[in-house]
């Protein structure tokens, strides 16, 4: 919990720091570049969670991997995050970033998970239904997975909306179990 408020305090800063200078769009596709990164890759994670690599080898492993194609002001606090000894925190960092900058534009992200790639149609659907409970923008986040069977899962902040076929399955055999028929006798 300390580390997300902390990720949260730092992003904040920086949110606050690029958007007085007018930087925080670029602040923003560098901070999802860094996120994606960090995502992709469980060795640049490891090196940035080391205890035996000293900060000034990470710092030079960063600029390696983000110098050409990061702005100079979030190049500039990647540094100050090394210095403070904070490099361990730079994915959560990043994620904090992110979805405050997302909170400040008012763009709503919405995730569908899916048996199958949605179609044109599906996907205007589903961006329909999801604008209907916002005010702002809305991000459509599509990820397939089979395992669904059929239907979908759409997530929007801390809300659900189940109709994949698999939950179905599962609950059907949740009902089955419990014979309503037969008398306990135990």
Known sequence: ????????????????LVTEQGKAEDSYKDMEFILAA????????RVLKSP??????????LK????GTISQITMAFLELLTKKGRESDVRDIADAYVSLYK???GIETATVFSAA???DESRKKV??????????????VEQVDPSLIGGFILRVKDKQVDTS?????????QDFSKNLYIKDFN
């Open 1 to 16: 919990m300390a580390s997300a408020k902390l990720s949260r305090r730092y992003a904040k800063s920086l949110l606050g």
């Open 165 to 173: 076929i698999s939950s179905k399955i599962r609950e059907m055999k």
């Open 52 to 61: 035996i690599i000293n900060a000034d080898k990470k710092l030079v492993i």
């Open 117 to 119: 790639r949605l179609t």
């Open 103 to 105: 909170e400040s534009k």
């Open 64 to 67: 390696e991997v983000f110098g």
């Open 38 to 45: 960090c995502k992709e890759s469980k060795e640049l994670n």
């Open 127 to 140: 961006l329909e239904l999801v604008k209907a409970g916002t005010d702002g923008e809305v991000e459509l």
